[in-house]
Nanobody, 113 residues
Framework: VQLVESGGGLVQPGGSLRLSCAASGFTFNRYPMSWYRQAPGKERELVAGITRGGGTTNYADSVKGRFTISRDNAKNTVYLQMNSLKPEDTAVYFC???????WGQGTQVTVSS
């Protein structure tokens, strides 16, 4: 199993980023997927989740209305569109294959002017 995140970087407050997580080694469309994040000195927290078919999503209150999780089962990829970014969104973002219990290596997102 391999989960490879990409798309992180440095962005100004109010900006946008789109994270991608390419999955391999398992039947992607059979499993729900999630994005988590971990800021320095803080515990890892759930950001968003999506069911295996993509029909249902859930979000942390802190990102509702700003972030959108989606997936393309034909490409074995899950995305996190992040808009109206705030400095408090700064963290390492991880892709997580729920049920299977596998994590990606993470991608750094820094929101700063």
């Amino acid at each position: 199993v391999q989960l490879v995140e990409s798309g992180g970087g440095l962005v100004q407050p109010g900006g946008s980023l789109r994270l991608s997580c390419a999955a391999s080694g398992f039947t992607f469309n059979r499993y729900p997927m999630s994005w988590y994040r971990q800021a320095p000195g803080k515990e890892r927290e759930l950001v968003a989740g999506i069911t295996r078919g993509g029909g249902t999503t859930n979000y942390a209150d802190s990102v509702k209305g700003r972030f959108t999780i989606s997936r393309d089962n034909a490409k074995n990829t899950v995305y996190l569109q992040m808009n109206s970014l705030k400095p408090e969104d700064t963290a390492v973002y991880f892709c997580y294959a729920a049920v299977l219990g596998y994590w990606g290596q993470g991608t750094q997102v820094t929101v700063s002017s």
